[in-house]
């Protein structure tokens, strides 16, 4: 490389949320910048960024989120810090990104993905078959509470925010019977003693993109490209292509009951796509395979496919 690597004289700038579990994803992205640079950790600086969207949900503790404001509403302080050079990479859960970034900013650099699949959290249970009819589950994502309704009508889905303490705190004083968290969360936060029950695709498609981690740049910043194209991964961002495809042609804003999953096996691509009703009542899916270079294409026409199925309201009725 020939433009100048950082230094602890002049460390590269890493923008990140304040989450517990943001940090451990800025601390992964900085560690494996370090050793693909054989670069000390004080070439980089963390720089924490306090979003709308981390005030918002801090005022607004028991609404959805998806009712606290506009599309990238924890991402428009960060995207601003990194277009005006506050910032030189910014890194985020892609499964919170929208699936077009603002001017400027490119958005195509993925660590290896960690465990796609939802974590089933009940103390003593392993698995919604052995809840009681009518018990309480927590959650504030759409999908997992319209999958939840599809799958156990029963169930009572109750608004539930919140850190793994939070969560694990309102369960222990009842006021929820079960939640849901990602595997991919607890595992980088080294949360190993969460009871949580990896749940099966087959059983719960996740959201489009779980599990994965994304950084982005400016566009015209090239020493930061190359620098990025060392620690990319190339196979989370096949699927990633295809998963986001599916998302984009559903208009998927977080407001909608939307689950993606791509897989590869050799040079091919599944895909899985489900879209629900938000009070679960309905639910259609679809499962395809093509070539791994093919899987925009997969993605795009999976997604009309599922349009046409679900007809006009599908998406309006609310629950
Ligand atoms: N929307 C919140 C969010 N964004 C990313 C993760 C977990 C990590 C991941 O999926 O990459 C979570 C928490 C959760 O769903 O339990």
Redesign the pocket.
Known sequence: MTASLPSPASPLKIGTRGSP?ALAQAHETRDRLAAAFDLPAEAFEVVVIRTTGDDAALIAKDRPLKDLGGKGLFTKEIEEQLSSGGIDIAVH????MPVAQPGGLVLDCYLPR?DVRDGFVSPGLSGWAELPQGAVAGTS?LRRRAQLLNRRPDLKVVEFRGNVQTRLKKLADGVADCT???M??LN?LGRSDVPATPVEPEAMLP?VA????GIERRGSDSRVADMLAAIHDAVTAQRLVAERAFLAALDGSCETPIAGLAELDGSTLRLRGEVLRPDGSEAISDDATCAVEDGAKLGHEMALKLLQQAGPNFFDWRG
Do not use: N, P, V, W
């Open positions: 579990l859960s892609m499964k919170d960690e994502s849901f968290l990602a991919a969360g980088r959201a779980q599990g994965a981690i």
